[in-house]
């Protein structure tokens, strides 16, 4: 018998087979979840915390309903003893509605290859006919070549970039091409944006008297990719939503700027704003 890869050896592959033995109800919901996870490492599932108890729980939800799943791995980032994901769960329901579960995980791995402590967002969407959205196994997207050591440190990207767009006395322009490419898209929650409607939210921004600090949690990268999860905290203008949390995936051209990043944003409620 085969035995599965642990998170550790093949993060992509302890997805595909967690999510397999989690809907298999032949299989005791306990083994299956100490088979991938340190039994009393705590979760933090859209702000709230999850242990062991909650998460047995929550598994056997899922597989309450036998209907047939189909799992979709958007990205996938391992940087060391740390590793980052974001994967879709859909099913068919009447009449080809289908209803999406979309996940994005950031975790730590343990010393014996498991899922330590990890904190991830999820939301719950309704949509018609196939699920939309590139894998990370399709041919249309390539994986990227090598950066070149040009600013190739997502951290430094994120801090820089946020300090220079809200900084009056630099151009918007100059900042964004700087620290991207000129058919770079950026989408946030779901919605795609390009550098004009980028700079033209950043220069709202700018009039309203917006300024945000961010709070670096945790950055990884992995061959031209990164993730980073972070918190965008108001510090110059109204509060609106407040604290922000994001969790972001990108990739890197050769010459070190960011071509592609996608962002989901969460509110202190678990909310994503559109």
Do not use: C
Not at 120 to 135: D, F, H, I, Q, V
């Amino acid at each position: 018998m085969t035995l599965p890869p642990t998170p550790a050896e093949d993060f992509v592959g302890y997805l595909r087979s967690y999510t397999a033995e989690a809907f298999d109800k032949n299989l005791p919901p306990e083994d299956v979840w100490d088979r991938y996870h340190v039994p009393d490492a705590p979760h933090v599932v859209n702000h709230e915390h999850r242990d062991r108890q909650e998460s047995l729980k929550n598994l056997s939800a899922w597989r309450a309903d036998q209907t047939p799943y189909e799992l979709r791995i958007h990205e996938a980032v391992v940087d060391g003893n740390r590793a980052a994901a974001r994967y879709t769960v859909s099913r068919s329901l009447l009449m080809q509605v289908r209803h999406t579960t979309e996940v994005v995980i950031f975790a730590d791995l343990a010393d014996d290859g498991r899922v330590g402590p990890t904190v991830s967002t999820a939301r719950m969407t309704y949509g018609w006919g196939r699920p939309e959205g590139e894998t990370r196994d399709s041919d249309a997207r390539p994986a990227p070549a090598t950066p070149a050591a040009v600013s190739a440190d997502p951290a430094a990207y994120l801090t820089d970039f946020a300090r220079l767009s809200s900084d009056g006395g630099t151009s918007l322009q100059d900042a964004y091409d700087s620290y991207h490419t000129p058919d770079a898209v950026q989408y946030i929650n779901g919605e795609a944006m390009q550098r004009p409607a980028i700079l033209q939210s950043l220069e709202a921004s700018r009039k309203e008297g917006l300024a945000y600090r961010l709070d670096i949690h945790t950055s990884l990268s992995e061959a031209g990719r990164f993730a980073a999860r972070y918190t965008m905290v108001p510090v110059e203008g109204r509060r609106g939503l407040g604290d922000l949390e994001v969790f972001s995936f990108g990739e890197f051209a050769d010459d070190g700027r960011v071509r592609l990043l996608r962002s989901v944003m969460q509110t202190g409620s678990g909310y994503w704003p559109t």
